[in-house]
């Protein structure tokens, strides 16, 4: 090793809806987490990555858990892993790649560094590619997966502080990197790369120096198809996939604004879906809601709920303007994990309102779109750092 430790698409759209529908379902809040006293990005512990989740390439692996902040504004846990590319780092450390990785689930088994990704077979050479180009990279779980509390799924703001803290605990633990540094992520990880784009000047401070960022199968305007949600919407059984990802952010949801009172409307078919939510790793829970109808979860429509449609837009509502960076958004024609039309429109705007913003389109499908884009995100990032 170079370095040790250093503590210090119309019909998808409805489908999503509903299924984002599903957010009522879901189990209350933990017990609070122990007072923490170390400041933001401060290591608190290390372990070693066992080596059948290393990144292909990797010199070394190490997981850290440190002090971010969680969806109640306040400090907490949460782990990740740092990488290092092999060789001897560049005067000044290697740059940085901030990962925010896809959906895998809410509970603590599901933590990317303790099951690795959902998909390895996909994200493993992805992310040995950008190891190849020179770059550590630094992969936080998020705040609650895996750590006190409950992770709160496509919740913005708070993923962009671990993925910014994640890069500051990295820096803590090693020498080795570089204060320069860039966020990229996939899916609910492409949600969050670019959310942090906006915040991540500000959140980074002084001490580093966030070039920009890239996004691919970023889902948005999600919340507005979740406003429809409601009894018997829709009626008709939805891809098990697209209903796993709606539960999660009811789940969330719930934990982060028990205000809402979600549970008061609830039928018996969706409270048996509560707790799977909270505890069962997307293909795990995928499974289980093979056959399930959505529309069933509800006794009433969402928008019934006091202050709901102003409570979800601040909670997951991409933003609009205020990017004073480069960023990379790439989505699949055919994606239906995440509808191409809502992302589409998301991209129209930030262009109409003047954001640094480069986007592409490809012939394929989620993963699909991933994988192609690397032909347009290597060269994107290398200018940034150049």
């Not at 604004?257 to 909270?278: F, M, Q, R, S």
Request: hydrophobic share 40%; net charge negative.
């Amino acid at each position: 090793m170079t370095t040790r430790h250093r503590l210090g698409a119309v019909a998808l759209t409805a489908a999503l809806v509903s299924s984002v529908a599903t957010s009522a379902l879901f189990a209350a809040p933990s017990s609070a987490a122990p007072a923490i006293t170390q400041g933001l990005g401060d290591v608190v512990s290390t372990r070693d990555l066992p080596r059948n989740l290393w990144i292909p390439g990797a010199a070394s692996a190490e997981v850290l858990t440190y002090v971010t902040t969680d969806t109640f504004g306040d400090k907490a846990l949460s782990t990740g892993t740092v990488f290092l590319p092999p060789g001897t780092a560049p005067e000044g450390g290697w740059p940085v790649i901030s990962w925010a990785h896809g959906t895998s689930g809410l509970g603590d088994a599901c933590a990317p560094s303790r099951i690795g990704p959902t998909y390895a077979e996909r994200d493993l050479p992805y992310l040995a590619n950008w190891l190849a180009q020179g770059y550590a990279i630094v992969a936080s779980d998020y705040a609650g997966l895996g750590t006190p509390g409950l992770s709160t799924y496509l919740d913005g703001r708070t993923t962009a502080h671990n993925v910014v803290d994640m890069v500051k605990a990295g820096r803590n633990y090693s020498e080795d990197l570089s204060r320069s540094w860039v966020a990229v992520g996939q899916s609910q990880g492409g949600g969050a790369a670019i959310y942090t784009a906006r915040y991540a000047t500000e959140f980074g401070g002084p001490d580093l120096d966030y070039r920009g960022a890239v996004g691919t199968g970023t889902p948005a305007y999600i919340e507005k198809l979740v406003s429809i949600g409601g009894p018997g919407v829709p009626p008709v059984e939805l891809p098990s996939g697209l209903t796993a990802y709606v539960a999660y952010i009811g789940a969330s949801l719930r934990y982060a604004h028990p205000e809402l009172g979600l549970d008061n409307i609830l039928t018996p078919v969706g409270k048996k879906y509560a707790d799977l939510a909270e505890t069962t790793c997307v293909s795990d829970f995928e499974a289980q809601l093979d056959g399930v109808t959505i529309g069933d979860f509800f006794t009433a429509p969402l928008t019934g709920l006091p202050n709901f449609t102003a409570v979800l837009d601040d909670y997951m509502a991409m933003p609009e303007k205020g990017f004073d960076k480069p960023f990379f958004m790439g989505n699949g024609v055919q994606d239906i994990d995440v509808p191409f039309p809502t992302t589409a429109a998301y991209v129209a705007l930030l262009t109409a309102n003047g954001q640094p913003v480069t986007f592409r389109a490809y012939n394929t499908d989620h993963s699909g779109a991933f994988v192609q884009s690397q032909a347009d995100t290597i060269p994107f990032v290398a200018q940034l750092f150049h």
